[in-house]
Nanobody
Framework: QLTLVESGGGSVQPGGSLRLSCVAAGRTSSSRAMGWFRQAPGKEREFVAAICWSGRSTYYADSVKGRFTISRDNAKNTVYLQMNSLKPSDTAVYYC?????????????????WGQGTQVTVSS
């Protein structure tokens, strides 16, 4: 079993930055691909960014390209999401997800394991 624990959420003003972390524990062989997703109130969970085991392949939703950066430290079994130039529309609960394979498609229904989520609020 793979356990994912997110941290780093909080409240920030528009234009600010936050860094989310997700630590994987247990069956980490199941986390070959890891990603970040978010869910705003009344909306479906959506893909934000993903990264493969090597770290060389990364994928981003169009809405966050150029503002968010995903990275991973395999020695620490940790994935990060650096979020810059935050907008009120980025407000959501952010979830870490993992699965056993890498591809260009990271629809939420392809994810095997989820963290509990961390709240990000962008407001003036």
């Amino acid at each position: 079993q793979l356990t994912l624990v997110e941290s780093g959420g909080g409240s920030v003003q528009p234009g600010g930055s936050l860094r989310l972390s997700c630590v994987a524990a247990g069956r980490t062989s199941s986390s070959r691909a890891m990603g970040w997703f978010r869910q705003a109130p009344g909306k479906e969970r959506e893909f934000v960014a993903a990264i493969c085991w090597s770290g060389r392949s990364t994928y981003y939703a169009d809405s966050v390209k150029g503002r968010f950066t995903i990275s991973r430290d395999n020695a620490k079994n940790t994935v990060y999401l650096q979020m810059n130039s935050l907008k009120p529309s980025d407000t959501a609960v952010y979830y870490c997800g993992a699965r056993t394979y890498c591809s260009a498609n990271y629809a939420p229904n392809t994810i095997d394991s989820w963290g509990q989520g961390t709240q990000v609020t962008v407001s003036s």
